[in-house]
């Protein structure tokens, strides 16, 4: 079965600062990985994805993740948040079975200015 | 830019009442989905729906629970008898023609059982 791991439950960061959220994820095969993020009242936007080949993926608002095959892990990095970035973020993994995602807790940022 | 949308933004129900939550995918997509959040706690798949039927659902998505894509466009999720411990925010998604790829989700219908 798949999961996902989150850890953090709320990191609260100064703007300015860089950012790391982690993400630990289970899965049987070659796993398919999302970061998500989700504004007070908002659905879910994608951040960036990771399917294959480089590990190192860029998304938007100047967001990055790692994919470590060895640590099972699929961090998000910021090298300076914003007070924009305030949010709650979701770590997802998926597969080919028709695309459903597995979720994990969620981690709630907040930024102090 | 193609959203997912969705409707009610909120609904509030009582116990026992029927409920039809309503979605429009992005209009070249082939696979559906529907999420549900309870409050606190993470997004957990409901179902999903490729070439008009279901491909999966989680054991949450019991006899209680239909889905449908009545008309080519929209895509609905009916509560038969709500319970006060469906209330949550029900996401629906789309993807487009692969099966591997990123899912598109709707803003959400927030469901509330008395």
Request: with cysteine; net charge negative; glycine share 8%.
């Amino acid at each position: 079965a798949q999961s996902v791991t989150q850890p953090d439950i709320h990191i609260t960061v100064s703007e300015g600062a860089s950012l790391e959220l982690r993400c630990n994820y289970s899965y049987g095969a070659t796993p398919y990985l999302f970061w998500y993020v989700q504004s007070p009242g908002q659905g879910l936007q994608l951040l960036l994805k990771y399917f294959s080949g480089d590990t190192l993926v860029q998304g938007i608002k100047g967001f990055e993740a790692e994919f470590k095959r060895s640590q099972s892990s699929f961090n998000l990095r910021k090298p300076s948040v914003h007070w924009s970035d305030a949010a709650e973020y979701f770590c997802a993994v998926g597969g080919t079975s028709y695309g459903k995602l597995t979720f994990g807790q969620g981690t709630i940022l907040t930024v102090h200015p | 830019e193609p959203e997912v949308t969705q409707t009610p933004s909120h609904q509030v129900t009582q116990m026992g009442q029927e409920v039809i939550l309503r979605c429009v995918p992005i209009s070249n997509h082939l696979y559906f989905y529907w999420y549900r959040q309870i409050l606190g706690q993470k997004v957990e798949f409901l179902v999903s729906f490729y070439n008009n039927e279901i491909s999966e659902k989680s054991e949450i998505f019991d006899d209680q629970f239909s889905v449908e894509r009545p008309d080519g466009s929209n895509f609905t999720l009916k509560i038969r008898s709500t319970k006060l411990e469906d209330s949550a925010m029900y996401f629906c998604a789309s993807k487009g023609t692969s099966r591997v790829g990123e899912l598109f989700f709707g803003e959400g219908s927030r469901l509330t059982v008395l």
